[in-house]
């Protein structure tokens, strides 16, 4: 079982969706939770992270983390275009400083 | 301020052949990261250094070697360059063992 899941997608939804992005994780060890977004041919930028388990927003991005399931999700409200992007997952443990990421999801908001 | 510089952009290498990838950063960040990023597979960690002299492996560090000199340099070596080394090669920093992570623009490689 790979440590961190993610749906590689594509997804493509229309503009103004509200978009729901997820990752399943089996480290129970993992605390911090952190999600990059990739630009097509370009490297990864911090898009925004929590701390154990609760919500975070940050704008039009929501991410959250249930540690009971092992679950983490973005949510991104009234998409736009330029969110057309690959969305990494990357969980981390405190013990190892070390991030993991998921596969990525594909997002495409069509105008 | 550049952030994190790579050089090449591209490069095809024949099997065999040896190159280094070049990561540059005037951050002034101490900790310095080589993933690898296959299609479909998200990133994986080759090597990263916690401070100049000091380097240790990653998920997959067969087939290269690093070497932290300074600070600001943190260049990546394939020796015996093999197909499955074909890959989108990405340089990152972080200051402490800083979850916020700041990568460069990535070498695309290529061996045939």
């Known amino acids: 079982q790979k440590e961190v899941e993610q749906d590689p997608g594509p997804l493509s939804v229309p503009e103004g969706a509200i978009v729901s992005l997820n990752c399943t994780y089996s480290?129970?060890?993992?605390?911090?939770f952190m999600w990059y977004r990739q630009y097509s041919r370009k490297g990864p930028e911090l898009l925004m992270y929590?701390?154990?388990?609760g919500n975070k927003e940050d704008g039009r991005f929501t991410a959250q983390v249930d540690k009971s399931s092992k679950y983490i999700s973005l949510f991104i409200r009234d998409s736009q275009p330029s969110d057309s992007a690959t969305y990494l997952c990357?969980?981390?443990?405190?013990?190892?400083?070390?991030?993991?990421f998921g596969q990525g999801t594909t997002l495409q908001v069509k105008p | 301020n550049a952030g994190v510089t790579q050089t090449p952009k591209f490069r095809i290498l024949k099997i065999g052949q040896s190159m280094t990838l070049q990561c540059a950063q005037d951050?002034?960040?101490?900790?310095m990261y080589w993933y690898r990023q296959d299609p479909g597979m998200g990133l994986k960690l080759i090597y990263y250094?916690?401070?100049?002299?000091?380097?240790d492996k990653g998920e997959v560090p067969n087939g290269y070697n690093v070497s932290r000199s300074t600070t600001e340099d943190f260049p990546l070596r394939l020796e015996l360059a093999a197909p499955s080394q074909t890959s989108v090669y990405f340089c990152?920093?972080?200051?402490?063992?800083?979850?916020?992570?700041?990568f460069g623009p990535g070498t695309r490689l290529t061996v045939t």
């Open positions: 990357a969980p981390a443990s405190s013990n190892t400083g070390k991030l993991i």
């Open positions: 951050m002034n960040h101490n900790y």
């Open positions: 929590t701390y154990s388990s």
């Open positions: 990152a920093t972080s200051q402490g063992s800083g979850y916020e992570q700041y």
């Open positions: 480290n129970s060890a993992f605390q911090y």
């Open positions: 250094s916690v401070g100049a002299g000091i380097t």
